[in-house]
């Protein structure tokens, strides 16, 4: 009734009393709830409940304690200086700025204080037991799908029991409230974000072969995927078949309470019995990671603002190839437990998922996946990274789905792009669209292309790492700061557009520079920018880094 609903926070937010609405919903408690609430009770009727901002600021101050009191700076125990990764890297520039990386985990890493644990109802923060890596500037708690990237750049930086502290936190959170909330505060707990704990479980075990904790924890990863199949699915027919695939759907009302005037202030503009559907379509657009882009006003009545949203009337191609990996994932975790029956289930689970992304998300013609509008009965055709997630988590069965999609990339005239992938063609201000790029999109499309055995598909995967390490690099060396996204319009500049200024840090950002160079760090270079080969260029390009092998030995 304070962080979450109430007039409490209805008064305080909407009295614009902070620039940015998170601040007052993060702030804990100087006493127990009941006591805040009932001397707000009287405050409020001693004004007919229009409290003056002074007043309402007296009463925060009083009742409130400043923000970030509830966490301590933490540096990670298996934090070790010079991981291996480092001697990976030829170019000498990009050596010591991976080195810079690998020290900013000990600027992201945070504890909760035991007061939390002692006292949860005076904190909007959720009590974790093991210290964890944040994203970085407002975002003091963990994200949950940020932290997948987070924790493959802890992985090179050789740190896996930060790794598996983070995971045991996850797992509790899911043996608590049956899901991985959006982040650690109360205020999250109605929504999840993509799902990607099976698939950081994955990283963690093939890097630690820890078995044991697998086998501990199972249960727990099932439970999770059970949430999303039992409250996050629909029915899709098409060619007299009925599939079943998922979407992101928020079943609750209400402003989101760390954003809480501009929904509110949106909703104004809507006629009173379409304000509830509206704040639970910006919820599932916050569920979705993607909070918020033109991929979910597309078909509205006005696809230009955000009252138009309409999250959950999409089955996206990023959720479902997510979900299509983890239940190929938990096949493997239960073979390799001895447990053929688990295993068979939810490889027919991922099977049925493959048919179904086939027969709704695929596009023959196009070559690529997309979403599809649950209203309007159509593919929605605009271009995003998503559209080649399937790629990246090996859900299709097409051998020859990569060519198809390097075709798409071609035709979309994505490669002409030369300091990185854009979330979207569209200008709309929004923070996901154009022309922000942002590093875990960069990660689907790259690695996406990288597993293919072509050469061409190869080639193109090391070109869209070089353009996005040196976009990444030459702002680290004007800025002396990583950023959560990047504008890529003219030259790389930290991005810009919806909600708050834009953030530095950054968690994921990080994590996937660590990843291209590992993958590539004998050959990226932190030289001049080359523009992208155009697509006829390409072929010529390709030639050349091929004939060595052509020409007779």
């Known amino acids: ?302 696809s230009a603002s955000l009252s138009s949203i309409r999250t959950s009337k999409f089955v996206p191609v990023d959720l479902n190839a997510f979900l299509c990996q983890a239940e190929a994932l938990m096949s493997n975790f239960y073979t390799r437990l001895g447990n053929d029956i688990q295993a068979t289930k939810y490889r027919n689970l991922q099977q049925q998922r493959l048919a179904a992304m086939r027969a709704i998300l695929w596009d023959e013609e196009k070559g690529a996946w997309f979403d599809y509008d649950l209203e309007n009965r159509k593919k929605n055709l605009e271009f995003y990274p998503t559209n080649l997630t399937p790629l990246w988590s090996g859900c299709f069965s097409d051998p020859d789905a990569v060519d198809k999609a390097l075709k798409y990339l071609e035709d979309s005239q994505i490669l002409t792009y030369q300091y990185g992938i854009p979330t979207s063609l569209q200008k709309t201000g929004q923070q996901w669209d154009f022309p922000n790029a942002w590093a875990p999109l960069q990660d689907l499309v790259i690695r996406g292309l990288a597993k293919s055995p072509s050469p061409r598909a190869q080639e193109v995967a090391f070109q869209l790492a070089q353009n996005w390490i040196r976009t990444n690099f030459e702002v680290y060396s004007q800025k002396s700061a990583m950023f959560e996204k990047y504008d890529i319009s003219n030259g790389g500049q930290p991005g810009g557009g919806g909600e708050y200024e834009v953030q530095e840090g950054f968690g994921w950002t990080n994590g996937v520079v660590l990843m291209l160079l590992d993958r590539y760090g004998d050959r990226l270079t932190s030289g001049a920018q080359t523009a992208f080969l155009e697509p006829h260029c390409l072929t010529a390009a390709l030639l050349l880094s091929l004939l060595p092998s052509l020409l007779p030995r």
């Open 1 to 302: 009734q304070i962080y979450c609903h109430g007039e409490l926070l209805h008064q305080v937010q909407m009295a614009r009393l902070y620039r940015d609405d998170k601040q007052f919903v993060d702030m804990p408690l100087s006493s127990a709830p009941d006591q805040v609430l009932q001397d707000f009770r009287e405050l409020a009727a001693a004004h007919e409940h229009r409290i003056p901002p002074q007043q309402l600021q007296a009463f925060i101050q009083e009742h409130f304690q400043a923000v970030g009191q509830e966490l301590l700076s933490w540096t990670p125990e298996d934090w070790k200086d010079s991981p291996r990764l480092l001697q990976k890297i030829s170019d000498p520039k990009l050596r010591a700025w991976a080195g810079q990386l690998h020290q900013l985990w000990k600027k992201l890493g945070k504890k909760v204080k035991p007061e939390v644990l002692s006292h949860p109802e005076r904190f909007s923060l959720i009590y974790l037991a093991h210290p964890f890596i944040v994203p970085g500037g407002r975002f003091v708690e963990f994200y949950y799908w940020d932290s997948y990237w987070v924790m493959e750049g802890l992985l090179l930086s050789e740190m896996p029991q930060t790794v598996k502290g983070m995971l045991q936190n996850f797992l509790d959170l899911v043996r608590l409230y049956g899901h991985v909330p959006n982040g650690a505060r109360v205020y999250y707990l109605q929504r999840s974000q993509p799902p990607l704990l099976t698939l950081m479980m994955d990283r963690y075990v093939t890097h630690t072969n820890d078995t044991a904790f697998l086998r501990d924890n199972i249960g727990t990863l099932a439970l999770e995927l059970d949430f999303w199949m039992e409250n996050r699915t629909v029915s899709v027919s098409s060619g007299g078949q009925s599939y079943v695939l998922n979407h992101y759907a928020v079943p609750y009302g209400g402003p989101r309470p760390e954003a809480y005037s501009k929904d509110f202030e949106l909703a104004d503009t809507l006629p009173e019995e379409d304000r509830v559907a509206l704040w639970a379509e910006l919820k599932a657009g916050a569920e979705s990671g993607w909070d918020f882009s033109s991929r979910w006003l597309v078909g509205g009545p006005n």
